[in-house]
């Protein structure tokens, strides 16, 4: 801080020390002001997450654990990052899971003949499913299942499928009727929804290759999705 005191054409001026300064010299020309600046002290109080006093021996930093993967972080961390809205930091959006499904049991009244076609869609179930991540992609896994009950008389035959695909194929070779035996069969695909996408999935019962008056008395269906938030887009 400097003060001064002028008259009669002249100035006499006094250099005083503030904090963390120091003054030396007497403000002559043989002997003029040093002023020298000392750093403040450290600062020994650091808030959660953070190292270092904030000197240039000292900077500030954040605090950070090791890396305790054998895979490379370069290729495989994720990030942080500032919300311009309230400057916090923020991580990566948690990681969503969900399970939808619907099925049905169904005893006919009156008993179905088995089309002779090589293949008929006889029933369908429906559901929608949605991938709960708004951010990244969904891996779904597709269980489609379907059980006809079959009556076979004597020398008579039936086929059973799902979606397009001839699962398995019953014949009776013998003299006696086969009552309400089960063709149960399943499939299990992969899929993907994008971001908070909602997808009605249909699957297809079907039947053909009937013979000696085959007939079905029952049909069971039973559709469910299990979706994932997918990491990698």
């Given at each position: ?96 899971a969900d ?32 991938n ?97 938030s997918?990491?990698f887009?």
């Amino acid at each position: 801080m400097a003060s001064c005191k002028c008259g009669g054409g002249q100035c006499n001026c006094v250099v005083t020390a503030g904090a963390n300064t120091t003054v030396t010299g007497a403000g002559s020309t043989s002997n003029p002001y040093v002023v020298s600046a000392t750093a403040p002290p450290a600062n020994v109080v650091t808030g959660c997450g953070l190292t270092g006093s904030g000197s240039a021996t000292s900077p500030l930093a954040a605090k950070v654990a090791a890396w305790p993967f054998t895979c490379d972080i370069t290729d495989n961390g994720s990030g942080i990052y500032c919300d311009p809205t309230t400057g916090e930091l923020r991580a990566d959006p948690a990681y969503w899971a969900d399970f939808q499904g619907d099925q049905a049991n169904t005893a006919l009244a009156t008993p179905m003949p088995v089309p002779t076609a090589a293949q008929q869609t006889i029933d369908t179930i429906s559901i929608d499913v949605t991938n709960p991540d708004p951010c990244r992609r969904g891996l779904g896994l597709l269980f489609r299942e379907v059980d006809l009950d079959f009556v076979l008389p004597p020398n008579s035959g039936a086929m059973a499928g799902i979606d397009g695909d001839d699962m398995n194929y019953f014949g009776n070779q013998g003299s006696g009727t086969i009552i309400n035996t089960h063709s149960q069969d399943n499939k299990i695909t992969a899929f993907t929804l994008n971001p908070g996408e909602t997808r009605t999935i249909t699957m297809s019962i079907e039947t053909g290759r009937g013979s000696g008056g085959a007939t079905i008395t029952r049909i069971q269906k039973s559709l469910r999705a299990y979706v994932w938030s997918n990491r990698f887009n």
